[in-house]
């Protein structure tokens, strides 16, 4: 029979062999952890769509100079005339198009490119009370100092006139949602 004192070193080891093997599982799996969030940490940022678009320009200018030739010309236009009445605006629409959806542009500017290339951009900015509650009235009219929010809609256009994607130069989807072109789909 064994003897307890024996019996319990050969526990204390196997215990204290336990602890130790996992301290060094715990180090490699932060190891391996931090790696792997370090790798991730670059991609999980917002994109910058203004720096896509210019490093992927002739992707998108192609891309938006084709997009009337990938229907029927009859429906096209329809789509189009659709988009007009909807207030909206659709890749591969011409300037003319596009002003008579979302009218004249705030500032337009002809942009040239590396390669002799020019296009226009144009921006729509809106400046809109930012609705909060009153913190000081007179009697019953608040007093509160009216704040403004600017937003901006940057729009690009190839080239040969087309609009292109991505519309903005910020986050393209926030910034068209919050910059009122109508209901667009």
């Known amino acids: 029979m064994a ?34 969030s370090i790798g991730g940490s ?3 940022s917002s ?3 203004k720096d896509t678009y ?5 992707y998108y200018d192609e891309k938006a100079d084709t997009a009337p030739t990938k229907m029927p010309l009859s429906k096209w236009k329809n789509v189009v005339a659709d988009e007009v009445r909807g207030h909206c605006i659709r890749e591969g629409m011409t300037s003319a198009e596009v002003e ?9 500017k002809t942009v040239a490119y ?9 921006e729509y900015t809106t400046r809109e009370a930012v609705n909060k509650p009153c913190t000081k009235y007179d009697g019953e009219k608040c007093v509160d100092p009216t704040e403004y929010e ?7 256009f190839s080239p040969n006139g087309h609009l292109t994607y991505p519309y903005l130069s910020g986050t393209l989807k926030i910034d068209v949602m919050d910059y009122d072109f109508g209901d667009c789909h």
């Open 3 to 36: 003897k307890f004192g024996d019996v319990f070193s050969t526990t204390l080891k196997v215990i204290g062999s336990l602890f130790l093997v996992s301290i060094v599982i715990g180090v490699i799996y932060a190891i391996v952890a931090g790696i792997g």
């Open 42 to 44: 670059s991609t999980s």
């Open 47 to 49: 994109p910058d769509y």
């Open 54 to 58: 210019l490093n992927s320009r002739t």
């Open 100 to 108: 008579k959806a979302v009218g004249k542009p705030m500032t337009a």
């Open 114 to 122: 590396e390669q002799g290339s020019k296009a226009d951009v144009w």
């Open 150 to 156: 600017t937003k901006t809609a940057t729009l690009y």
